[in-house]
């Protein structure tokens, strides 16, 4: 059903039914654009807030992406009709809008490009889409072959629907001075700043041809006519009508008569995408639509590609995590970091985690990442809520709202980054806010943490406002009094981390005065939020504890566990009790739900997260994001079995039934998986198919620190893994402060601790110190048999 290539590079669906939403995704620091395995699309581009050239109805212009992306017959996509003019016949590639029983179907994803190659009554049509590393335009070659052994003629009918531009002013017609479809909106608009700040938009959008077409349509409604998209009018001609769209709904559709002698091929080339003007047209058409230009932009890309590669290889007896760590992973992070997720404004939490991952891939952009945030820092310590990325860019949206968690993601998130780097100059940097003042990144944290101290009522609690790391929990707090019991922890967390920070410093006085802020923080978390099994999420506005064992809905969620293990909050008999009551409530064969038992009505003193579907989203899906922070504080304790289990979980098969309930290939990590999975089985684990989330930073950390247990501190590489206890060895190629690490782990009997030898010299200390870059180490690790 689907499977990776040998090598490893790509990955290959060979039916279009079994996984009908099953998509990739491309990008470049301009423009994004997922494709499923049938051909509908969803792109985005950056101009320099996001648009699109592609349209669908008019809620998909005020949101980016949607989960689980409903697909209808009039979606976006790229589409090819092919008609045998002898008979009649049709059928479309990739698969959709005509749905014809194909002969064969092959869909492969690559890091680099996205393909397809279709077969049908002996006429085979191979797909390739393509991108450029920085202009936005979409590159697509089409090969149609003749494998039926006998002439043919067949006419082929690219079909790229444009959609619903405007209601001030759309149009569309052939340009055969620019060689394909142009067409044109002008954005609505009402306000008169709008016409300034909009009249530089690229309102047209271009669908062009090395080739001079037949025939072609504009007008979308005229292709389709009385037969639907299934067996549109337009192809049922023998010739398309040449028309135009003048305000109606435009879309680019060309004819190309063919004659194929029995093993002939033809190659057309297409080019898709938005545009200012004419001029810039005539630019990309010059610079990209030829064999040499497709042809150098797929080495560009590719080398664009290239520089997400990850700091780990491994080898172990899962071959599917291998492939997906080794591959996909890395480029999951990279996406997040390089080009953080196509916004102007991204919530901070988000940008400094997305930024974390980098340190694992390319550590000079966690190190900006760090300074721009904190240029943004408030007079009173406090975080934005979103960070500023482009000139005269705007917080919009969620970004409008209070949240009061931004600050505890400044050292979890730097700790990664020291260790890997040693890079503690960094605290010394001098960074300049938009006041005009001057302080160290050193001071700028330490005074983050402090506003993080200030910020709890009077039982010694962080205050919520409208969200914390939950974004629609919106009412627990929003009259003033409500607070979170996750961010609670989380600022011990955070405190208890700067503490360490601080004693490497030599700042003694300020470490002990977060670690005692740390132990308070603990301490009020137990008075006012142990439940007897677990932790509370918080205390609403009116008093009220929620997420303990009296909720009928909402009774126990996640977060506050994971991170009384990471703050110190739980002593070890309370993690046990904690640690038994997820496994019986949140754990499921898709991995481990943020809370449970979903909620089915309106909590107005929780918020809106109550009001999202059951087991959707923050509602108790399995969030990988929060499963991701669960994972990492099991892997801090030792719980290396379990943490292994739900990780695993996270990533779509190995076996078809898997696959299918998900309805992803893996590629990617969602952002969540459907949960409910008492409430409701029957859709429990179905993939959102959204590929931003802060999840993937966080798996790296599990796979670099837990699992391999190849984590760097100041001094070097310790080395302390947690394989799982049915793997009797791994092989794991570690980059580290320029220096390569060969490690092979392997279970010996008679073992009794973990021994490491680096180059045949055991270590006493499992620490590989006074590292040299450009040097390549051979490390042998030996585990106990049951270690």
């Given at each position: 059903m ?22 990739g ?9 997922q494709?499923?395995?049938r051909?509908?699309?969803?792109a ?7 648009a ?11 949101t980016?992406?949607?989960p ?10 790229r ?24 002969d064969?179907y ?15 009554n ?22 149609v ?7 043919r ?33 002008v ?38 006519g009385?037969?639907?998209l ?21 879309a680019?559709i ?24 004419d ?22 890309y ?30 999951q992070?990279f ?14 939490r988000n ?13 000079q ?12 820092q ?24 209070p ?6 993601w400044?050292?979890v998130?730097?700790?990664a ?30 005074h ?21 790391w939950?974004?629609?929990m ?6 003033g ?9 989380a ?51 009116d ?13 126990i969620f ?23 009551a ?13 809370l449970?038992p ?37 892997y ?18 190995p076996d ?5 309930q ?5 590629v ?7 949960g ?22 966080w ?30 060895q ?13 490690v ?20 006493p ?18 585990i106990?048999?049951?270690?």
């Amino acid at each position: 059903m689907l499977h990776p290539t040998p090598n490893g590079e790509r990955f290959e669906l060979d039916n279009p039914l079994d996984l009908p939403r099953a998509a990739g995704f491309l990008w470049n620091r301009r423009m994004m654009i997922q494709v499923t395995c049938r051909g509908y699309a969803v792109a985005q581009f950056m101009q320099p807030e996001p648009a699109k050239y592609a349209y669908a109805p008019n809620l998909e212009a005020k949101t980016f992406m949607q989960p689980e992306q409903p697909y209808y017959a009039h979606h976006p996509g790229r589409f090819f009709y092919v008609k045998d003019e002898e008979t009649g016949e049709l059928f479309s590639a990739p698969y959709e809008p005509v749905r014809a029983k194909l002969d064969r179907y092959h869909f492969s994803l690559g890091k680099s490009d996205i393909r397809w190659s279709v077969e049908k009554n002996g006429i085979a049509l191979d797909l390739t889409l393509g991108l450029p590393a920085y202009d936005v335009v979409e590159l697509w070659s089409v090969q149609v072959r003749n494998t039926s052994g006998r002439p043919r003629r067949i006419s082929l009918y690219p079909y790229f629907p444009v959609g619903y531009m405007s209601w001030m002013n759309q149009s569309g017609q052939y340009r055969p001075d620019l060689g394909g479809i142009v067409t044109h909106c002008v954005t609505p608009y009402q306000k008169v700043a709008d016409y300034f700040k909009n009249r530089n938009f690229k309102d047209k959008t271009f669908f062009l041809a090395d080739q001079t077409p037949a025939a072609w349509e504009a007008k979308q409604e005229a292709f389709e006519g009385e037969g639907g998209l299934h067996h549109p009018t337009g192809v049922r001609q023998a010739e398309l009508s040449k028309g135009d769209a003048l305000y109606e709904t435009p879309a680019a559709i060309l004819q190309y008569r063919l004659q194929l002698a029995a093993g002939q091929s033809q190659t057309y080339r297409f080019i898709f995408g938005p545009a200012f003007d004419d001029a810039e047209i005539i630019t990309l058409r010059n610079k990209y639509l030829s064999a040499e230009g497709f042809a150098r932009t797929a080495a560009e890309y590719a080398g664009y590609m290239a520089q997400g590669k990850g700091c780990l290889k491994i080898e172990t007896p899962d071959a599917a995590l291998d492939n997906f760590v080794n591959n996909w992973l890395p480029r999951q992070i990279f996406y997040h970091g390089d080009v953080n997720r196509l916004t102007t404004d991204p919530q901070t939490r988000n940008y400094l985690q997305d930024n974390m991952g980098m340190s694992y891939l390319k550590p000079q952009v966690t190190r900006a990442a760090f300074l721009h945030a904190l240029s943004q820092q408030e007079a009173s310590g406090a975080m934005p809520d979103g960070i500023l990325l482009a000139e005269g860019a705007e917080l919009k949206y969620i970004n409008r709202i209070p949240h009061t968690d931004h600050c505890v993601w400044l050292p979890v998130c730097l700790q990664a980054y020291l260790d890997e780097t040693n890079d503690y100059g960094l605290l010394h940097e001098q960074v300049k806010d938009a006041e005009g003042h001057r302080r160290a990144v050193f001071e700028r944290i330490s005074h983050a943490m402090r506003w993080l101290l200030k910020a709890r009522d009077e039982r010694g609690l962080s205050y919520i406002a409208q969200g914390d790391w939950c974004d629609p929990m919106n009412m627990v707090g929003y009259q003033g009094k409500g607070v979170s019991g996750w961010l609670s922890l989380a600022t011990a967390y955070a405190l208890n981390l700067w503490a360490d920070i601080c004693a490497e410093e030599n700042a003694s006085q300020l470490a002990e005065e977060f670690k005692a802020g740390a132990e308070a923080v603990n301490r009020a978390v137990n008075t006012h939020l142990w439940d007897g099994q677990w932790f509370g999420r918080g205390i609403t506005d009116d008093g009220v504890v929620f997420g303990v064992g009296k909720d009928q809905e909402g009774r126990i969620f996640l977060n506050p566990q994971s991170w009384a293990i990471l703050s110190g909050a739980a002593s070890e008999a309370q993690r046990q009790l904690m640690i038994k009551a997820v496994a019986e409530q949140l754990e499921t064969p898709y991995g481990v739900m943020i809370l449970a038992p979903s909620f089915t009505a309106m909590r107005d003193d929780v918020g809106r997260v109550t009001q999202k579907f059951p087991g959707s989203a923050e509602n108790g899906s399995v969030y990988n994001h929060a499963a991701g922070f669960y994972i990492y504080s099991l892997y801090t304790i030792g719980e290396r079995d379990r943490a292994f289990r739900l990780l695993r979980q996270m990533i779509p098969g190995p076996d078809s039934a898997d696959y299918k309930q998900r309805g992803q290939l893996p590629v990617y990590i969602p952002n969540y998986y459907r949960g409910a999975y008492y409430q409701h089985p029957r859709t429990a684990g179905r993939s959102s198919q959204l590929f931003n989330t802060g999840t993937v930073s966080w798996v790296y950390r599990c796979l670099v620190e837990g699992l391999f247990g190849v984590k760097g501190d100041k001094q070097g590489l310790v080395i302390q893994p947690q394989l799982p206890s049915h793997w009797n060895q791994a092989q794991v190629t570690r980059e580290f402060r320029g220096a390569t690490f060969h490690v092979e782990m392997r279970r010996e009997a008679g073992t009794a601790n973990t021994q490491v030898a680096v180059d045949g010299q055991t270590l006493p200390d499992n620490k590989i110190t006074h590292i040299q870059a450009g040097k390549t180490y051979r490390v042998e690790v030996r585990i106990p048999e049951k270690g």
